[in-house]
């Protein structure tokens, strides 16, 4: 019996992708190469349903004999492994995104003796139409609250983007960059106590409690599906931080990053060393401790924040308290620096590895911003946080836009640096 190569993702089974199967199995044994989360996540949004659930799916369609793993985009390595005597693929790769992958493929099966089968793709349902869909299902807490931890374990590099309105999260929510490597993407939000405050002119002191920053988050959560990190400052006291970490959980948040400081809270990148007080590493441990007890989701996520380095201490000491935080429970850990070399943060990578291979490792680099994501990758991070950009970008163009109409005592002058209305009003979904 021949077999008939089919890759797919089936996140959705439509008609499209069954023609597809009901036609291959007319010439052949079905072998469903079905992409695994990190095949899908270098070029697509992580599919909704898990690898295993839509194995299931795929292995109960009649027309399929066997569903193996596809772990790459490229079908090329499966097509090397199983050496199928066809493959077969609907004629919409001929352009965009696929088109690469159709080039090999024909290479491929042409050096195996093999053969490709193209069919016209069933009209309304390509991948376009597909995450069209997608976004206009929307998402649950729980759905959204999961994903934060199954793009860690797909992905070499989570990037995460600051978000202070609906606006900026919607931003965060569809842009798209078509690179070498594949598509890239924000895949997920900060929620951050700067710009937080910031935006309701407020300094970034812990003053604005926990509900008013929720009531804020919901216009994001309203209208985005993307997961979220809650930016914890330094949690308060353990029996507030238990009250913190439900209510985050309640509302689809994936994690809260909490810093080990005490005292009045100043920013990390505007205090002096000084003004930066540290709290007793078994204090912190108690916090974390009291907070993991009081989840109710396996999946949520509390991240240790460390600010040895930011209070002028040594990695030694980040090191030190890593690691009594990490024993106490904490599902991952951030160091933060604001030294412009990059240095010290690399060390701490370095060192913070050879312990744990596997647990997250988060960093924020706003002054480091030299180096790429990829070095960043390379010296051991999961998760990048651009922690404040969207913010400080609005900021001057709102200034420029002001002044101009100061300047001119009129606003035509201004127009250059807005959008135009008609824009604005297409900008946001379901608006025309
Ligand atoms: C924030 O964004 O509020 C942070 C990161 O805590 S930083 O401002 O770099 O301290
Ligand atoms: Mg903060």
């Not at 695994?36 to 795929?58: F, G, M, N, W």
């Not at 490709?116 to 609250?145: C, H, K, M, Q």
């Not at 029996?239 to 100043?266: C, P, Q, Y």
């Not at 001057?396 to 002001?402: D, T, Y």
Request: charged share 30%; net charge neutral; aromatic share 8%.
């Amino acid at each position: 019996m021949k077999t008939v190569y089919v890759g797919m993702t089936a996140d959705i089974i439509h008609p499209g992708i069954i023609n597809i199967i009901r036609e291959a199995s007319r010439h052949g044994e079905v072998l469903a190469g079905l992409l695994t989360d990190s095949a899908i996540a270098a070029y697509k949004r992580l599919p909704y349903l898990a690898y295993e659930q839509r194995k299931q799916v795929v292995e109960s369609l009649r027309d399929v004999g066997r569903v193996v793993p596809q772990e790459e985009w490229s079908y090329v390595p499966n097509l090397k492994k199983y050496r199928p005597d066809f493959i077969i693929h609907g004629d919409d790769w001929k352009t965009g995104i696929l088109a690469r992958e159709r080039e090999d493929v024909f290479r491929v099966m042409a050096e195996l003796g093999g053969q490709v089968i193209e069919i016209p793709y069933t009209p309304g349902i390509n991948s376009t139409a597909f995450n069209e869909s997608v976004t206009s299902i929307g998402t649950t807490p729980d759905l959204r609250l999961k994903t934060l931890r199954r793009l860690i374990e797909a992905k070499p590099l989570v990037r995460i983007m600051e978000a202070h309105s609906g606006l900026s999260g919607l931003i965060i929510e569809s842009l798209e960059c078509l690179k070498d490597d594949g598509v890239h993407r924000f895949d997920g939000m900060w929620s951050s106590s700067l710009t937080d405050s910031a935006s309701k002119g407020k300094p970034d002191i812990e003053a604005v409690d926990i509900t008013t920053r929720l009531h804020d988050l919901t216009q994001i959560l309203e209208c985005t599906t993307k997961p979220i990190i809650y930016d914890g400052d330094t949690g308060g006291i353990p029996e507030h931080f238990v009250f913190t970490v439900r209510t985050l959980e309640r509302n689809g948040i994936s994690a809260v990053i909490i810093e080990d400081k005490t005292g009045l809270k100043k920013n990390s990148l505007f205090g002096t060393e000084v003004e930066q007080q540290l709290a007793p590493a078994e204090e912190f441990c108690e916090k974390i401790r009291a907070g993991k007890k009081a989840q109710v989701t396996r999946e949520f996520m509390i991240i240790a924040r460390l600010e040895s380095l930011i209070a002028g201490k040594s990695v030694d000491n980040a090191m030190e308290r890593a690691l009594s935080y990490v024993r106490a429970g904490a599902d991952g850990v951030m160091i933060h620096s604001k030294e412009k070399s990059g240095e010290d943060i690399r060390e701490f990578c370095r060192r913070f590895r050879r312990e744990y291979a596997k647990i997250p490792l988060v960093l924020v680099p706003t002054t480091y911003n030299r180096f790429t994501e990829k070095e960043l990758a390379s010296w051991g991070a999961n998760i990048i946080i651009y922690a404040n950009h969207m913010l400080r970008a609005s900021y001057p163009a709102m200034v420029n836009a002001a002044r101009t109409i100061l300047e001119y005592g009129r606003s035509k002058e201004a127009d250059e640096f807005c959008m135009p209305i008609k824009e604005i009003l297409e900008l946001i979904p379901g608006a025309k």
